[in-house]
């Protein structure tokens, strides 16, 4: 059941280039410059003329949540809030008819997304699910969504669920965009060839399992981590750092790198290890700064780089890299080492990544 893995979770790991290509398949089909989810079709009017999108989630849902504000913003405009269900249900937020909420689950059972959903359906907000246990509560609660297809996902701490939900909003932003007007149809076509090049790009970042390992073997014994990024590798800063915690109990913080030095270069010394997420991208200069502010101060660096990136490399301690793409596809690829990372120091500390405790596949309970 395990497919020869020792655990679920480094099976669903590398399922990700398959499960990425499950949930584009019979949508994406860049050849013919086509780009279709069924589950949109009744709504795309009210997405289109939508005031405003609200994104709501919890976890690691919450953080696909937040790469999808980058992506709708770059290419819809259309102004996005990303909310945690269990906030939003209970301030009496504003939302009005002209509203499209994306609730965002994987189990499609958690009692805050789904308490979120009923009260932004009783203001009258159309309600998109973008779930993928398929007729779990919030899929039936929704007026219409996009199964993201991952498959079961049988560790607790989401891995393949989380690519499948960042790519199912990436197809809904392209085809947002495309019918807005605001993406044009050459850069839409051009974006349509290189998500379909991704599965196979996520493939290739795999191959780096055994150096990850071996760096893993020198940091397990850390008692902090942080991890910093800016733009669509900001929210895959807050994942590596929930990841590495659920499962290894080591203590870790997300930050957007600008943010450090407003408090946690603080931390920063010879025991603190610091993983950057500094790909080519528009970001990338600022990036290279906060790791010389990180390196002055003698943190450890672990950097996740594009393919080739000499700069970054004569700086860190380790660099991982990945293959390149368009900067808003790199979430895709760059949260894949740190799933990695997290996943062997878990198993070199002796815990149990499958089951890690005090926590549950489903949260059913608020
Ligand atoms: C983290 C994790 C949790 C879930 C969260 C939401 O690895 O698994 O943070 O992401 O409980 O769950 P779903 O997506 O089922 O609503």
């Not at 939508?50 to 989630?57: L, Q």
């Not at 945690?84 to 009005?96: G, Q």
């Not at 790009?201 to 150096?211: A, G, H, S």
């Not at 790198?257 to 290890?273: F, Q, R, S, T, V």
Request: charged share 25%.
């Amino acid at each position: 059941e395990k497919g020869g893995y020792e655990h679920f979770m480094l099976k669903e790991i590398f399922e990700q280039p398959r499960s990425i290509a499950d949930c584009m398949r019979g949508r994406l089909d860049a050849k013919n410059g086509r780009l279709v989810l069924g589950g949109l079709r009744d709504y795309m009017n009210k997405f289109q003329n939508a005031d405003r999108i609200i994104i709501t989630a919890c976890g690691t849902s919450w953080h696909a949540g937040l790469v999808a504000e980058y992506l709708f913003e770059e290419f819809a405009r259309i102004p996005v809030e990303v909310e945690y269900a269990s906030e939003f249900r209970y301030r009496n937020p504003v939302i009005s008819e002209k509203d499209f909420v994306i609730a965002i689950s994987q189990s499609g059972e958690t009692a805050d997304t789904l308490a979120a959903i009923e009260l932004a359906k009783s203001k009258g907000a159309t309600i998109f699910g973008v779930c993928n246990v398929v007729g779990s509560s919030i899929a039936r609660a929704t007026h219409a969504g996009s199964y993201t297809h991952a498959g079961p996902e049988i560790g607790v701490a989401s891995t393949k669920a989380f690519t499948a939900q960042i790519s199912v909003l990436t197809m809904m932003a392209l085809m947002l965009g495309y019918q807005r007007g605001t993406l044009t149809e050459s850069k839409y076509v051009q974006l349509l060839n290189e998500l379909e090049t991704i599965p196979g790009k996520v493939e290739r970042t795999l191959k780096m399992n055994p150096n990850i390992e071996a760096i893993s073997a020198e940091y397990k014994n850390a008692r902090n981590f942080l991890y910093l990024g800016r733009g669509y590798n900001f929210p895959v800063a807050l994942e590596g750092a929930l990841k590495l915690k659920e499962i290894s109990y080591i203590h870790a913080e997300g930050y957007p790198a600008a943010e450090m030095k407003h408090g946690p270069i603080a931390l920063i010394d010879e025991e603190m290890p610091v993983v950057f997420i500094a790909t080519k991208d528009n970001s990338y200069e600022k990036v290279v700064s906060n790791i010389q502010e990180v390196k002055a101060r003698k943190g450890k660096i672990i950097a996740v780089v594009t393919e080739g990136d000499t700069v970054v490399r004569g700086m860190a301690d380790h660099v991982l890299e990945v293959p390149d793409t368009a900067e808003a596809f790199v979430p895709l690829l760059s949260v894949i080492p740190l799933q990695i990372l997290s996943y062997h120091i878990a198993v070199m500390r002796g815990c149990n990544v499958d089951q890690p405790r005090n926590l549950a596949k489903s949260v059913t309970v608020e």
